[in-house]
């Protein structure tokens, strides 16, 4: 079983549709995972959502999902996500709303892999950031796999059984297999889909091969410029507009 697990596609579907095919290039795809945040920031909320929901994927909710929904209240996010936040709650169909309402916060997937979008501890708001903050939230995973998103850059925290290493953290590379044990408790964040964060502005997603037993992350390229002509056209503001080729 191959599964494709993407976070933060920030509905970018441009992006969406370059990781879908990326991803099938290298075998058939049998679930997709998606850890948060499929809208906000980008101009195609419903089309991202959409165009996930026809892959039957298996979400959980980020912040953006609740905010542009009025399920949290968006005056502690910075100005220009505030604006993106309301933009997309504008622009999302009641029935679109409802889906994103109906999202958990936490779910389980394959019977070994936790999925949230920040850490267990603070599931929409924390970003595992640290060694410190993997082990408390490794120390909350009831399973041996994990997967997290929010924070838009690809890494890896790892706790051995008897946690006598401590908790291990560092950036995950683009095509680096990571064997899974589960004598090893792991968390990894597959980067972004949409709004990448760590100087690489290609989309970022992560494979778990169950054959294999690995995790394996990947990037590819996408039209930047026809997502910013879009954000351009719906008067997004600026800064969201020209991170995206900046990758930060």
């Not at 690809?154 to 706790?159: G, H, T």
Request: negative net charge; contains cysteine.
């Amino acid at each position: 079983m191959r599964v494709l697990v993407v976070s933060d596609v920030h509905a970018n579907l441009v992006a969406l549709e370059a990781v879908l095919r990326d991803a099938r290039a290298g075998g058939a795809i049998n679930a997709v995972w998606s850890l948060g945040d499929c809208v906000g920031y980008g101009p195609q909320p419903g089309d991202c959502l959409s165009r996930l929901n026809d892959e039957g994927t298996a979400f959980v909710a980020g912040n953006h999902e609740r905010a542009a929904t009025g399920a949290i209240s968006v005056d502690e996010f910075n100005a220009d996500a505030r604006i993106a936040a309301l933009w997309t709650g504008g622009r999302l169909a009641v029935d679109e709303k409802e889906t994103l309402d109906a999202m958990p916060e936490t779910r389980i997937e394959a019977e070994h892999f936790s999925l949230v979008h920040g850490t267990l501890r603070w599931p929409i708001w924390e970003y595992l950031t640290s060694a410190e903050v993997g082990a408390a939230h490794l120390a909350l995973q009831e399973t041996p796999f994990g997967f997290c998103g929010h924070t838009h850059v690809p890494a890896i925290a790892s706790l051995d059984a008897d946690a006598q290493l401590g908790c291990d953290f560092r950036r995950l590379a683009e095509g680096e297999p990571v064997s899974l044990d589960p004598e090893t408790k792991v968390v990894i964040n597959p980067g972004s889909v949409g709004q990448p964060r760590d100087g690489d502005p290609r989309a970022s997603y992560a494979i778990y091969d169950s054959e294999t037993q690995s995790v394996t992350l990947h990037r590819v390229e996408y039209d930047i410029g026809s997502t910013q002509k879009l954000m351009e056209e719906a008067e997004l503001p600026r800064w969201l507009i020209e991170r995206l080729s900046e990758g930060s």
